[in-house]
């Protein structure tokens, strides 16, 4: 049985969790597939991952610089609401679109409304927080050379004469 390792392509299955509360819309799990180290998934949940077994199940802390970050208050702006579209009803909570000075466009969520003003928020919900996965190995793929050799050497290959 191999352990995971950079390079490799595993699937596993994750629960996150904030100071007892899911997020996300599965509680019972989520599953997912990425190689190691092209940093498709969180970064904390790849480091978890390496070293371990197919079958074997870990819970960890992952703190907010390998999740989704600080928060960071240069994300967090006030814009009057003469800026906003005429048919826009702001609502706190509210996610919405905006276009950045460069052109950009973002997503960001309203967090204040008053009769002149809203304040938009475009952190990542979760920035700024440290998070606890529950992490288990379902499966770690293998190329043909890995399944034989155990990765150290390639396979001879027959050729035809």
């Given at each position: 049985m191999h352990d995971a390792k950079r390079g490799s392509h595993v699937r596993v299955r994750y629960r996150g969790t904030l100071a007892?509360?899911?997020?996300?819309?599965?509680?019972?799990?989520?599953?997912?597939?990425?190689?190691?180290?092209e940093h498709r998934v969180l970064r904390g949940v790849e480091d978890a991952v390496i070293?371990?077994?197919?079958?074997e199940t870990k819970s960890v802390m992952i703190p907010a610089g390998k999740a989704y970050g600080r928060h960071r208050s240069e994300l967090v702006t006030t814009i009057h609401r003469s800026r906003l579209p005429v048919d826009m009803i702001p609502e706190t909570g509210k996610w919405v679109y905006v276009q950045t000075g460069g052109g950009e466009r973002i997503r960001a969520q309203i967090h204040n409304v008053t009769d002149t003003?809203?304040?938009l928020d475009?952190?990542?919900?979760?920035?700024?927080?440290?998070?606890k996965f529950e992490i288990?190995?379902?499966?770690?793929?293998?190329?043909d050379d890995e399944e034989h050799n155990c990765g150290n050497r390639p396979r001879e290959r027959a050729t035809a004469q």
């Open positions: 007892r509360h899911h997020f996300g819309k599965h509680n019972s799990g989520k599953t997912a597939e990425f190689t190691i180290g070293g371990m077994r197919e079958g003003t809203v304040v475009a952190n990542h919900p979760l920035a700024g927080r440290d998070l288990e190995l379902l499966e770690i793929e293998r190329r």
